[in-house]
């Protein structure tokens, strides 16, 4: 009989490891009957708060609306610029597009992967000529790797911007010792279940430090309303986390620092079982989430020889992304670095993601090595790739 194929998440033994609390917290919600804005959520929000050292976490009703709040809190909107990677999940430059605001898409450095400080600064300067108001920089922190928030702050605040980190894949991941969720004016993040702290359906929420920014966002995320929904003050939205998701959300918050542990033993397994292979550039002083683990293969024939490797030994792996948003056909017309994109263009043809979970066992981990090797090696040759 074949082995059973590996899978890019597997999320039951995370489920094994938190019952029978799990169980018992979401019966407790089904019991009180609080299904929308119940006691849990405003646990979730201290709790949130207090495992990264933010002032304020406002939970939402996924990641995407997370920055759609934030737009709004700072009343991003037609005549607006904001900057955004385009080697991204689209939901980043999607938000900007809603609100009327055009998004101006920066390139990414080749080795982490993540917004490059200089082509922001292009954009933001090329949004002035274009008659644009540069309004914010949202740096995303891809595949749990935290941006270069030290150089994007000084940009922001020389340029006279809001900084906006998409934390979507890394809660619970640190820069220079400093977690995320303070590292920007805002953070937003995602409890969709393959983040690096998921939820069993949609969930979301936005972290700052300022008193008033969180007040706005509570305000917008229930219709804009002042003392009750029945006093509308401004236009919001309906955007909330379930009450069970909360709940659920409080048992996994307490595992997620060991699981991080865990996603980062599997990395070091990976680079050093897979030499011949470029994986995403870590900085030594930061603490990735590890969302993914990401290789940047030579050639893209290389990159479809080890999909195809993996595939025949029943290993999953996924290509994220596919295509820089830049080239997608509903934003293929918003301005860009003049400079060019190619980094985002070149990664969106080499990178491959492989199955990255916490309770990824030790013989699985071999089997993916095994597969992404013979993939990689030239047959007839023993030479690796690189
Ligand atoms: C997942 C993700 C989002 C959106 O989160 P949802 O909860 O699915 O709306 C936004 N940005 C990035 C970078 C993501 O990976």
Redesign the pocket.
């Known amino acids: 009989m074949a082995a059973a194929s590996i899978p890019m998440l597997d999320l039951a033994a995370q489920r094994t490891r938190l019952e029978p609390g799990l169980s018992e917290a979401i019966e407790r919600v089904l019991t009180h009957g609080q299904f929308i804005m119940g006691p849990e959520v405003e646990q979730l929000e201290i709790a949130l708060a207090a495992s990264c050292g933010a002032s304020h976490a406002v939970t939402c009703a996924?990641?995407?609306?997370?920055?759609v709040l934030v737009m709004l809190a700072e009343a991003v909107g037609p005549g607006d610029a904001v900057v955004v990677p385009s080697f991204?999940?689209v939901?980043?430059a999607e938000a900007v597009v809603l609100r009327g605001a055009v998004p101006v898409f920066a390139d990414v450095d080749p080795d982490t992967f993540n917004i490059d400080p200089e082509s922001a600064e292009r954009a933001l300067d090329h949004a002035r000529t274009l008659g644009l108001r540069p309004r914010m920089v949202v740096a995303?922190d891809?595949f749990g790797e935290p941006a270069d928030y030290g150089r994007l702050q000084e940009l922001s605040s020389h340029h006279g911007v809001v900084l906006t980190a998409?934390a979507?894949?890394s809660f619970g991941a640190a820069y220079h010792g400093r977690p995320v969720g303070t590292l920007a004016d805002y953070t937003?993040t995602?409890?969709?279940p393959s983040?690096p702290l998921g939820c069993y359906g949609?969930?979301?929420a936005v972290l700052t430090e300022h008193r008033q920014r969180a007040a706005m966002l509570r305000s917008l995320r229930v219709h804009g309303k002042g003392a009750d929904k029945y006093d509308n003050v401004r236009v919001g939205v309906n955007s909330r986390l379930d009450t069970i998701q909360a709940a659920i959300l409080l048992h996994k918050l307490a595992l997620l620092p060991d699981e991080i542990g865990m996603r980062q033993y599997v990395a070091d397994r990976y680079r050093e079982r897979l030499p011949g292979l470029d994986s995403q550039a870590t900085n030594p002083r930061s603490q990735s989430a590890w969302?993914q683990f990401t290789v940047r293969c030579a050639t893209s024939g290389v990159r479809s020889a080890v999909q195809q490797s993996c595939d025949t030994e029943g290993v999953a792996t996924a290509v994220y992304y596919p295509r820089p948003l830049h080239r997608q056909t509903g934003y293929q017309d918003f301005p860009r670095d003049p400079a060019g994109l190619v980094h985002s263009e070149c990664l969106s043809d080499l990178v491959l993601s492989l199955p990255m979970y916490p309770y990824l066992e030790q013989s699985d981990l071999d089997r993916v090595c095994t597969a992404v090797r013979r993939g990689s090696v030239d047959p007839g040759e023993v030479r690796e790739v690189r």
């Open positions: 996924n990641g995407t609306d997370a920055l991204t999940f939901a980043t995303v891809l998409d979507a894949q937003t995602s409890f969709f983040k949609d969930g979301g969302a």
